[in-house]
């Protein structure tokens, strides 16, 4: 197969495999987030966890990294910062 129609081959995202995709990445990020939070809890012990909506409108630097902010669910760090806060002895 010549290169051309190898990318197309590679990259044409039909329905089932786009939502995969999309499925996957939702969760590595939600496990990295999670990841994140628990090393936080455990070795810095913060009494009071602060978040900030943080918004992602407008250019960003690169095709991926739009990309990847398209996929991520706006609401995964509130979720897992109101779910192992308390836990790790912290409030939100």
Same mark, same amino acid.
């Given at each position: 197969?010549?290169?051309?129609?190898?990318?197309?081959?590679?990259?044409?995202?039909?329905?089932? %495999?786009? *939502? !995969?995709?999309?499925?996957?990445?939702?969760t590595?990020?939600? @496990?990295?987030v999670? +990841?994140?939070? /628990?090393?936080?809890?455990?070795?810095?012990?913060?009494?009071?966890?602060?978040?900030?909506?943080?918004?992602?409108?407008? %250019?960003? *630097? !690169?095709?991926?990294?739009?990309?990847?902010?398209?996929?991520? @669910?706006?609401?995964? +760090?509130?979720? /897992?910062?109101?779910?192992?806060?308390?836990?790790?002895?912290?409030?939100?």
């Open positions: 197969m010549r290169s051309k129609p190898r990318r197309i081959h590679k990259h044409n995202l039909g329905k089932k %495999k786009r *939502l !995969s995709r999309l499925f996957k990445a939702e590595e990020i939600g @496990r990295r999670g +990841l994140s939070l /628990r090393q936080l809890l455990k070795l810095q012990r913060p009494s009071v966890i602060v978040s900030e909506s943080l918004d992602f409108r407008g %250019k960003a *630097l !690169s095709k991926e990294l739009s990309r990847r902010l398209l996929q991520m @669910r706006s609401c995964v +760090l509130q979720e /897992r910062i109101q779910l192992l806060a308390p836990g790790g002895g912290s409030r939100r």
